[in-house]
Every structure is written in structure tokens, then in C-alpha cells.
């Protein structure tokens, strides 16, 4: 199937190897994979990023709610760094903060192959360091056009930093 959702899982060993085997299948056809609440080891994590990386047919990921971690952006980083085909990454509701935020924007900024046009960070734990980060990404990146951050407040102090920032860039 091109779309597979799952959701409220916490993944065997051995379900994590199903998953990773079609990820890296060559004649796989899946285009979409949504995994909300959805529970990863580390090293099931791990293994699971590694073989993101090999696919050849994900244009759309979202990882909702799966409480990744800076740890666990950081894996999706490495993923980011090698893939050419995602076009659509939400890492949504996932505690990520400015640690996990470097990772990923360091991936996007040196992979020249990126097609990723919308990356979806909306609730986690973006600070105004956080934003700055995406900021600076999104200038040096050349097929991201969009970057979700809902779900954080601003005062008037840093959102006038903020858009003086963005002004120059």
C-alpha cells in the first residue's frame, strides 16, 4: 500500500524489522508513512532512522507524538542528511528542543540533494534560540518552503528580536 498509518503501538523487535525490511525494499511503493503514538526503543529507533535513510520511495513522514526526544531528532537528522526523497517531514509533538533543532538544521543546510519543502516542528520545545535556529535554516536551505511552528508563544521583547533578525537575513 503507498500509505500506512499507525498509531497507539509500541513495537516489537520484531515488528520494527517488518517495518525496516519494506522501508528498504527497492520495489516498495509506500509514499506515506504516519506513526502517531507511537513507542520506539533507542535502538529500535536507531534501526529504524537507519533504514529511512535506504528508502527510495517516502515522499511524506510524520512521527507525531512519539515522544523523540533531542536524541531521537538527532537520528532523524542522520536520516536527513541521506535522503533525497522526503518532500513532507512532521515531527510533531515531540520534545524536541534546541539541541534536536541544531541536528536537523545542520542536515538540511549540508544535504545539497534535499527536496524537503514543508518540515512540521509544531509543540515542542521551541525556544527563541529554538526559532532563530529554524530561521537560519530556512535562508541557507534551497527547497524548504515552509516551516511549521505552531503551538508557541512569543512575548512582544522576543518577537520584535525575532522579526529584526529575520529582516536581515
Known amino acids: 500500500s503507498p500509505e500506512v498509518t499507525i498509531h497507539d503501538k509500541e513495537f516489537t523487535p520484531a515488528e520494527v524489522a517488518d517495518l525496516c525490511a519494506e522501508l ?20 529500535a529507533l536507531a534501526v529504524f532512522a537507519d533504514s529511512l535513510s535506504k528508502n527510495e520511495s517516502l515522499t511524506h513522514l510524520q512521527i507525531r507524538d512519539c515522544n523523540l526526544g533531542d536524541d ?10 541521506r535522503t533525497s526523497t522526503l ?10 528542543g534546541v539541541q534536536g533543532l541544531h541536528a536537523i538544521s ?3 543546510v549540508s544535504n545539497t540533494k534535499s527536496n524537503l519543502e514543508l518540515l512540521s516542528l509544531g509543540d515542542n520545545r521551541l525556544t527563541e534560540e529554538g526559532m532563530h535556529i529554524l530561521l537560519t535554516c530556512s535562508t541557507l536551505n534551497r527547497t524548504l518552503k515552509g516551516i511549521a511552528v505552531y ?4 512575548n512582544d ?8 533578525t529575520a529582516g536581515k537575513t
Open 151 to 154: 503551538g508557541h508563544t512569543m
Open 87 to 96: 518532500e513532507v517531514l512532521s515531527l510533531r509533538a515531540n520534545s524536541i
Open 24 to 43: 528498504q525494499d527497492p520495489a516498495s511503493r509506500l509514499v506515506e508513512l504516519k506513526l502517531w503514538k507511537t513507542k520506539f526503543t533507542p535502538t
Open 157 to 164: 521583547k522576543q518577537a520584535k528580536r525575532f522579526w529584526k
Open 106 to 108: 545542520d542536515a538540511l
Open 72 to 81: 531521537g531528532a538527532a537520528k532523524m537528522a542522520n536520516v536527513l542528511r
